[in-house]
Structure formats: structure tokens, C-alpha cells
């Protein structure tokens, strides 16, 4: 019996906007018994790492390059490591299958480029690939379909030499080479495992650092009670309560008017009063301080040209940081105090903190 050939497919992309996507590219090589390859496998950041990547390129039989809104994290030669996949693999003669997102797909704002430089080498990166041909999907099922079909096609179109077991060949190098990338394979999941936790190390230390900013930052925005009223400035408020206030409001975006509503209705001294607005200019303060801490950004939704209002949303930094907030929240919420006697407590004897800050600071 002829040997059955499994082909390894170098599947490229940005990586966190993309991951259910590379999941189900992965998964649809997986699936027609092929051989799936990705940079996640490997560091990129470095030289050395970039040169095996190369060689698993070298090595691959198809090489599939998925794309959205993101252009991706930079060489030292001033282009993302996308780009540098792509071109290699074109330069090294192997068969490149390329799936851009449709211009007509939802997409999350905060997985967008929005740097107007991103944008232009994103553009590019799209028109060189659709130098040859392309299949535009719309998510992440209609790209595993659309994938599906265009691998098997490449593989009827132009043939590769593709992977075979080693008892079905002669003599001991492939047997060899299979040893060798086993354990080369063990040793970069190992690398990726660590890399990981320091990642997810790194990104608690932003969350902390944030954090403390906000505690330690005190701000006395101007209100008024009614419109065209006299204008007051009589409360200090913390930086980290005017975040967990607005927030919520952003997690898909919310305007500077309407935040600046929100947040007279909960600074305001005298709560028998009703309320109208925080200055403008100081929301538009406010907002700058959140941004500096690369909590928020302003909103890259589209909107009517009738809609003059400003935008913002949470970056996401900013999505982390008040999940962390809500879940010390619903964790104080449910557990109950160490001492349910008399005291200076909320009423139901406990007080929301955030390590060791109160909450309503």
C-alpha cells in the first residue's frame, strides 16, 4: 500500500484579535489529517528564534495567512512578523493561501488599528496579499468552511512532498528527523508555557500599578445641580471612583456627554438634589488622566455624520482591570466580615475594598 501523505500547514496571523480563528484554521488541518504549524510555537522576539520559524516555514507544505484589523507586532525591520512570514514564504516558492476579513463582517472596536501608520502597512499587507488569489470569510466558522476547501483544492492543484511514517520509507534519517522535531516541539511548549505565565505576570503588575495610580490621584470635577445653575467643585474624588462609575458605561462606549451625566449624579454633595452635568472640559480631563493610564481610548465605532458626540471605550488594559474590580466586589459581597459587630461599616457590615483601598474612595 502506497504511503498516505500528511501535508504541515504554516498557519500565520496576528494572535490575540485572531485566536478563535487561528483555533479553527488549526482545527480544520487537524481535522483532514494534516500537520498544523504556528508562531505561537515560538518566540518572536528575537533573531534566533525568527530563524526557526524560517526553517518550519522551509519545512511546510502550504502556508495559509489569516487577516483583520490588526497589523500586528513589529520586526526590527519596521514590518510585522506577519508581513515577514508571508514575503519569506512567497520568496521560498511555497503555495500561500490568504483569508482577509470581509469589509462587511462586525468585528470588536478594540481589535482595530487605528494609528493612521498601522492602518497604511495593514492596507498594504492586504493589497500585496490579494496579488494572488484570496477568500474574504466573515467568522470564524465561514473561515474554517472557506480554509477547508481551499487546502483541498492546493493539494489536488500543486502537489507537495508532505510527511510520511517512518516504517514507510527506507532508512534511518526520517526517523531521525521526526525524533528531532519531537523534541524540538516538547522544548518550545515548554518556552511557551513559561512565556505565558510571564505574560500573564507582566499584565497583574499593569493591573496593580494602574490601580494605585488611580487610588493615589484626586480630582474636584466641576457640577451643577440644574442647567445653566452655579457650578460647584465641593467634592475631591479619586480618580479610581470616577473609573469604577464610568466603566461599565464603556465596555462597548459611551459618549463624554452622557459620562458626564453619570458622574454628577454620583459625585453630587447633596443627594436630595437632582443633577445635570459635570463640565465638558473637565470630563474631557478626566478621560485624558484614564487614557494616559491606557485605560480607555477614544471609540473607533462608526456613527452617523449627524452624530457630532465624542466617543470613548475601555482599552484592554482597561476591560482587565474592572473585571478585577467587579470580581473583589461580588467576592466581598459573598463572603461574609470577620466581625459582624457594631462599627463604622456599610450597613450590612462590610466594606467593598480593592487591595486594601476602599472601593467608593
Request: proline residues 4%.
Amino acid at each position: 500500500m502506497a504511503a498516505v501523505a500528511k501535508y504541515q500547514v504554516f498557519v500565520s496571523s496576528t494572535f490575540d484579535d485572531l485566536r478563535d480563528e487561528r483555533d479553527q484554521v488549526i482545527k480544520a488541518v487537524l481535522e483532514m489529517g494534516h500537520i498544523p504549524v504556528g508562531m505561537e510555537m515560538f518566540s518572536a522576539a528575537d533573531e534566533e528564534q525568527w530563524q526557526i520559524i524560517a526553517r518550519h516555514i522551509d519545512e511546510s507544505d502550504y502556508y495559509a495567512v489569516v487577516v483583520a484589523h490588526r497589523y500586528g507586532s513589529m520586526t526590527d525591520e519596521g514590518i510585522s512578523f506577519t508581513r515577514k512570514e508571508y514575503e519569506y514564504a512567497r520568496a521560498r516558492g511555497i503555495p500561500c493561501l490568504g483569508f482577509i476579513i470581509d469589509d462587511s463582517a462586525s468585528w470588536p472596536a478594540d481589535r482595530v488599528d487605528t494609528k493612521t501608520s498601522l492602518k497604511a502597512a495593514l492596507d498594504d499587507l492586504k493589497a500585496l496579499i490579494k496579488e494572488k488569489p484570496v477568500n474574504f470569510w466573515t467568522t470564524a466558522d465561514d473561515l474554517h468552511g472557506k480554509f477547508s476547501i481551499s487546502l483541498m483544492k492546493a493539494i489536488t492543484a500543486t502537489p507537495r512532498p508532505g510527511w510520511v511514517r517512518s516504517s514507510d520509507v527506507a532508512g534511518p534519517e526520517v526517523t531521525a528527523e521526526l525524533i528531532r522535531l519531537s523534541s524540538e516541539n516538547a522544548g518550545l511548549r515548554k518556552g511557551i508555557a513559561a512565556a505565558e505565565a510571564a505574560a500573564a505576570k507582566d499584565r497583574n503588575e499593569e493591573i496593580r500599578r494602574a490601580a494605585q495610580t488611580l487610588f493615589a490621584t484626586k480630582r474636584s470635577p466641576s457640577y451643577r445641580y440644574t442647567s445653566r445653575g452655579e457650578w460647584h467643585n465641593d467634592v475631591e474624588v479619586s480618580l479610581f471612583k470616577i473609573f469604577s462609575v464610568l466603566a461599565p458605561t464603556m465596555m462597548v462606549e459611551d459618549s463624554v456627554r452622557s459620562m458626564a451625566v453619570t458622574l454628577a449624579m454620583e459625585i453630587r454633595s447633596d443627594k436630595e438634589q437632582g443633577w445635570d452635568i459635570v463640565a465638558l472640559n473637565q470630563m474631557r480631563g478626566l478621560l485624558a488622566d484614564l487614557m494616559t493610564l491606557d485605560l480607555v481610548h477614544p471609540s473607533s465605532r462608526r456613527h452617523t455624520v449627524s452624530d457630532d458626540n465624542e466617543y470613548w471605550s475601555l482599552s484592554s488594559l482597561g476591560t482587565e482591570t474592572l473585571k478585577r474590580i467587579r470580581q473583589t466586589s461580588l467576592k466581598d459581597a459573598v463572603e461574609p466580615p470577620e466581625d459582624e459587630g457594631d462599627g463604622d461599616s456599610d450597613s450590612d457590615g462590610a466594606q467593598t475594598t480593592y487591595e486594601g483601598q476602599p472601593v467608593d474612595g
